[in-house]
């Protein structure tokens, strides 16, 4: 099998524990491994054509109609003339990314098979030369050099907002988020300006670590980076920033004296 059409699929290892996937039953959860299989190796980035059902069905060995209770449950969502696999890059690489590796694979293969060819020229040349003169290296033959790995799209953008993010786990899956928020057409700014008021608000209230979203979730589907987009920054004193919490301000908070109030004590 050509290693480069080979593709993989990452699953959340408490799947089989997640309510959705519960509640979806065995012939949902069979037609949802099938979707993410068939999305993986044609690099669809989650998407399913309607057309694909029937195939699909077929290889899950359940109905058709099974579709609707994966729309029903939210492991998939009906976007018109195809579904959508519910948080699939959150796991799994994007078609831009497999492919820019693709290339970058092919092109280290075909500079080591000149490398190659370079070295056994050296050697059929030394071996025609008299044995009296000793052999130096060539220095018109340069080293060969490691390529470096291509950047995925729009890497460069989140390295450097990533840079900011105030908690730095789970870097693949916010890349993937983040690529995610950019092919829907946010804009580097955006994103950039709402990283940089998140983490403005985080060392203002003093939140601790574990208590700080992943980058995966601020950047992901429900847009939750959205709610610091405008923000202003709130009090640099932690007890008075604490009066808000941090998923309702700013938006939801109102600075009434030395105090951010939330709506519900207004």
């Not at 979806?24 to 998407?47: F, H, I, P, V």
């Not at 340069?142 to 450097?160: C, H, I, Q, V, W």
């Not at 786990?169 to 008021?197: F, I, P």
Request: glycine share 6%; charged share 30%; net charge positive.
């Amino acid at each position: 099998m050509d290693e480069d059409a080979v593709t993989w699929v990452k699953l959340d290892d408490n799947f089989f524990r997640n309510p959705k996937a519960r509640t979806a039953g065995k012939n949902g959860r069979e037609l949802y491994l099938a979707s993410c299989c068939w999305s993986a190796s044609q690099l669809t980035d989650g998407r399913v054509p309607k057309e694909t059902l029937g195939q699909l069905a077929a290889d899950a060995e359940v109905p058709r109609s099974t579709s609707n209770r994966l729309v029903a449950v939210g492991l998939w969502h009906d976007r018109g003339d195809h579904y959508e696999i519910h948080d699939f890059l959150k796991y799994n690489r994007a078609r831009e990314d497999v492919e820019a590796e693709r290339e970058a694979s092919r092109e280290r293969m075909a500079n080591s098979r000149r490398s190659s060819a370079e070295r056994a020229g050296d050697v059929r040349a030394n071996n025609g030369r008299s044995s009296r003169a000793p052999t130096r290296p060539d220095p018109s033959i340069e080293k060969e050099t490691r390529a470096k790995p291509k950047l995925g799209p729009y890497e460069s953008d989140f390295n450097e907002i990533w840079a900011k993010y105030p908690r730095k786990v789970r870097r693949k899956q916010a890349l993937a988020a983040y690529q995610a928020r950019r092919r829907d057409g946010t804009s580097a700014s955006m994103l950039a300006t709402a990283t940089e008021h998140f983490a403005i608000a985080m060392r203002s209230e003093g939140r601790e670590q574990q208590h700080i979203l992943h980058g995966s979730t601020f950047y992901g589907p429900k847009d939750p980076w959205e709610d610091y987009l405008n923000a202003s920054a709130p009090p640099s004193n932690g007890a008075d920033a604490r009066r808000c919490s941090i998923h309702s301000w700013p938006n939801r908070c109102e600075l009434r004296g030395q105090f951010w109030v939330h709506e519900d004590e207004l």
